[in-house]
């Protein structure tokens, strides 16, 4: 059995934590499924098996006399104070580097980057949100050359301003097919997502609007090589899943002029893993995110997914993640399924003759830490 477990992980994609982590049992499970519908909190969760998982695990760490009894290891849970908490998983979990996208949640709530790499260990690193900054923008100016210029600018430099990377979910607004328009047809937009504004607040999903200014963001990291992340596949409950597929993605990683541009394709693309994996081996700049804590699936899946992208993408072209978000369990989750899950995978090849042991443990070096110290320049 390969053993994995001295490999510090570097979690390429994932969040910040609540500051307050004694939660109440809804609270608690509705973070534990992606559906809009309170329903799935109250009645479904309980019945998913990666939460049931996730309350064994706890069950053991606290431990709990039984191994399933879902108020005990929550009550146990709520006995700790966030930073005993979040300190004791996040040391156990052996992380590196965590790279964040801070725009979700509220950092009002939640731990500062500097607070959790304390805490835990390890070193934070930090993305861009573009959709985010778009609506910032928007919200606060009304003329759209003004709201151009400052967005450029602040795409300019952005190792210098802390980014290791751009992140972008015009999957869950738009889609990935995204397209060219012509300035008059971004400026008609704007006036549309301008008079969308309420109480200050924008919720940005025009596409002609959105489309443009990624197009001038993908110009900017292709100059100064800085990685983009597209969230792919299963997330927010607001996605159209038609359009999460990454094969939208076709015509701006076939764009001479984004060569340079490294783009990282999140999630594991799931349900389109074989897909997504399929354009990393094609693509030079295209990378696949495997992600262990969020989709919600079970170890089952996430050997299917492991395999679906082992089996075409080079290791290399490989990163861990965990999504992980609202709490530290679910960082500390991906840390020890990410290993245990990729072993297993890599023992499965090793037994079939594929490669030998020294090679499995150099590819999941590859996956757990080191492509994304390239791709990242950490
Ligand atoms: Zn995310």
């Not at 097919?177 to 704007?190: G, L």
């Not at 015509?251 to 693309?269: C, K, R």
């Not at 990729?342 to 594929?354: T, Y």
Request: proline residues 4%; glycine residues 4%; hydrophobic residues 40%.
């Amino acid at each position: 059995m390969l053993d994995l477990t001295s490999i510090p992980v570097v979690d390429n994609h994932c969040h910040p934590i609540l500051r307050e982590q004694r939660l109440e049992t809804l609270q608690y499970r509705a973070y534990f499924n992606e559906a809009r519908d309170p329903l799935f909190a109250e009645q479904h969760v309980i019945n998913s098996v990666p939460y049931l998982w996730m309350l064994r695990q706890l069950a053991t760490i606290f431990g709990c006399l039984s191994k399933n009894n879902e108020e005990e290891v929550l009550k146990a849970r709520k006995r700790l104070d966030s930073d005993t908490l979040v300190e004791h998983l996040y040391r156990a979990a052996r992380i590196d580097t965590l790279i964040l996208d801070e725009a979700h949640p509220d950092p009002e709530i939640c731990y500062t980057p500097e607070q959790m790499g304390q805490l835990g260990h390890f070193r934070v690193a930090r993305m861009l949100r573009l959709e985010t900054l778009m609506q910032e923008l928007i919200v606060e100016f009304e003329d759209f050359d003004e709201v151009l210029t400052r967005y450029q600018h602040a795409l300019t430099n952005l190792r210098l301003h802390g980014y290791v990377a751009l992140k972008s979910i015009v999957a869950y607004r738009t889609g990935l097919n995204i397209i060219r328009w012509s300035k008059d047809q971004a400026v008609t937009s704007f006036r549309e997502a301008r008079a969308a504004i309420r109480d200050g607040k924008l919720r940005i999903q025009h596409k002609p609007l959105i489309d443009y200014f990624l197009h001038i963001a993908f110009e900017q990291a292709a100059e100064q090589n800085v990685p983009i992340q597209f969230h792919t596949g299963y997330g927010d409950n607001d996605t159209d899943m038609r359009l999460g597929n990454p094969l939208h993605l076709r015509d701006v990683l076939e764009n001479g002029a984004y060569q340079n541009m490294p783009v990282v394709l999140l999630h594991e693309s799931y349900p389109y893993t074989q897909l997504g994996a399929y354009l990393a081996a094609v693509y030079p700049q295209v990378y696949f995110d495997l992600s262990y804590t969020i989709p919600f699936v079970d170890r089952l899946e996430m050997l299917a997914f492991t395999r679906q992208a082992l089996g075409v993408a080079p290791a290399s072209k490989l990163m861990y993640s965990s999504d992980g978000i609202f709490l530290p369990e679910m960082h500390w989750a991906a840390a020890v399924r990410g290993r245990s899950v990729l072993g297993q995978v890599l023992d499965e090849m090793i037994e079939h003759d594929e490669i030998d042991e020294q090679q499995g443990y150099q590819l999941a070096r590859q996956v757990l830490h080191d492509t994304a110290y390239t791709v990242y320049r950490l």
